[in-house]
Nanobody, 125 residues
Framework: QVQLVESGGGLVQAGGSLRLSCAAS????????MGWFRQAPGKEREFVAA????????SYADSAKGRFTISRDNAKNTVYLQMNSLKPEDTAVYYC??????????????????WGQGTQVTVSS
């Protein structure tokens, strides 16, 4: 069983920045492919970013490219999402997800086996 705990959400003005963190349990975090997803009120969950288990390769949704950066620190069992130039449309609950024993999880949420409880990000205009 893998437990994921997100933190770092909050209220920020448009143009501001936030850094989300996701701490994972277990001694094999370096074998987990990780991803970030978000869900806005009344909308379906959508992919934001993903990172391979070694951290060398990342992928992003078009809405996140150039503004968000996913990274990980395997020594700390933590994955991050640095969000810059935030827009009101980025308002959502952000979730991290893990796919154990996988090189890459991709953009399909169905590929991930474990999810955190989510952290709220609200961007005011």
């Amino acid at each position: 069983q893998v437990q994921l705990v997100e933190s770092g959400g909050g209220l920020v003005q448009a143009g501001g920045s936030l850094r989300l963190s996701c701490a994972a349990s277990g001694r094999t975090f370096s074998s987990y492919a990780m991803g970030w997803f978000r869900q806005a009120p009344g909308k379906e969950r959508e992919f934001v970013a993903a990172i391979i288990r070694s951290g060398g390769t990342t992928s992003y949704a078009d809405s996140a490219k150039g503004r968000f950066t996913i990274s990980r620190d395997n020594a700390k069992n933590t994955v991050y999402l640095q969000m810059n130039s935030l827009k009101p449309e980025d308002t959502a609950v952000y979730y991290c997800a893990a796919r154990p024993r996988a090189y890459y999880g991709g953009s399909d949420g169905e590929n991930y086996d474990y999810w955190g409880q989510g952290t709220q990000v609200t961007v005011s205009s």
